[in-house]
């Protein structure tokens, strides 16, 4: 059976006639299916949870939303081997659906895609933890500049002004330059796969990554790849805020290997310990203000509908 949560308040509106779209071909071919519209925010968890615990031997669970909804539904599952999974986006990031190679505007291509998938393939997962919380991710994780952005843009007047000029994609641009000058830094201890420690002062953002981009295609780890067992973490500190300023560029361009102050490491596990508490994000959603973080790579986690 397909069950589909369609988050109807977001992606500006987009989603409902995204929905229509996707119902007009369910129906021109007979599929059957159930449709869920979360009523308030941290609901879709509340649904995807419901779903996968039905007893059903082939729930193959669709989000028609955006990376906000993905990650909800994505934390509500409690049975991960017994759900197939996949997006059809709306949003005004869709990373997810990005890293995943999905056509962002042919609805009709990605519903085909879908109704004709031997959901075969799997991809990894990333776990945030500190003090006792969990939360998994599909696209990044971040501590620092990133999460203030991250967790700021979807109330943020900028991200209303871009989207209204069709310039979604320069939201996460404009808030990390006017969020930089702003911020406080801090110091970073942070240990690789139970490695030492290493020391970073002045640290503006660790980004732990699943996928190559956040923020709306922000190639923040350019190698990153969901399916290599691994997290790629990329790291900007020992740096002067004003030449992180100027690094923004290279950084767009996925050239911040050659940028001084950007360190990128892959692993499989990641601890940091902050000197004070700093804001945390996964896949854009507010995990909390914390001053010690454990990530992990959890591989082949989730099955997709590919």
């Known amino acids: ?3 589909f949560i369609v988050n109807e308040h977001g992606g500006s ?13 369910l ?12 009523e308030c925010k941290g609901y879709a968890a509340v649904l995807a949870e419901q779903i996968s615990e039905k007893e059903d031997d082939d729930i193959r669970l669709i989000v028609v939303g955006g990376d906000g909804t993905v990650n909800e539904v994505l934390n509500g599952i409690r049975s991960f081997e017994r759900i197939k999974f996949m997006v059809i986006p709306t949003g005004s990031g869709n990373d997810f659906a990005r890293g995943l190679g999905l056509p962002l505007k042919e609805t009709e291509k990605v ?3 879908i109704l004709n998938s031997a959901a075969t393939k799997t991809i990894d997962l990333g776990m945030t933890e500190s003090g006792g919380r969990r939360r998994f991710f599909a696209i990044s994780s971040g501590y620092g500049l990133n999460a203030l952005v991250g967790t700021g843009i979807n109330t943020s007047k900028i991200k209303v002004v871009m989207n209204k000029l069709h310039l979604n994609s320069m939201s996460y641009a404009v ?6 000058f702003t911020m406080k830094t801090n110091t970073f201890k942070v240990s690789f796969d139970g490695g030492p420690l290493t020391e970073y002062d002045s640290t503006i953002f660790l980004a732990a990554m699943n996928f190559p981009c956040e923020g709306g ?5 350019p190698g990153a790849s969901a399916s290599d067992g691994k997290l790629s973490f990329t790291l900007a500190a020992r740096i ?3 030449k992180c300023f100027l ?15 950007f360190f990128m490491q892959d692993a499989r596990v990641c601890d940091v310990f902050s000197d004070s508490a700093t804001v945390s994000h996964t896949d854009g959603e507010l995990f909390g203000n914390v001053s010690k973080i454990h990530y992990e790579c959890l591989p082949s986690k989730l099955k997709v509908l590919l």
């Open 1 to 3: 059976m397909y069950y």
């Open 13 to 25: 509106g987009q989603a409902v006639e995204t929905w229509n779209r996707v119902k007009k071909v």
């Open 27 to 38: 129906d021109e071919r007979k599929v059957e299916y159930k449709k869920y519209v979360p």
């Open 111 to 113: 519903v085909d895609m």
């Open 175 to 180: 808030m990390t330059i006017k969020t930089l």
């Open 217 to 221: 295609g922000v190639p923040m780890a």
């Open 240 to 242: 002067p805020k004003w």
């Open 247 to 261: 690094a923004f560029p290279f950084l767009l361009a996925a050239k911040q290997n050659k940028i001084k102050g």
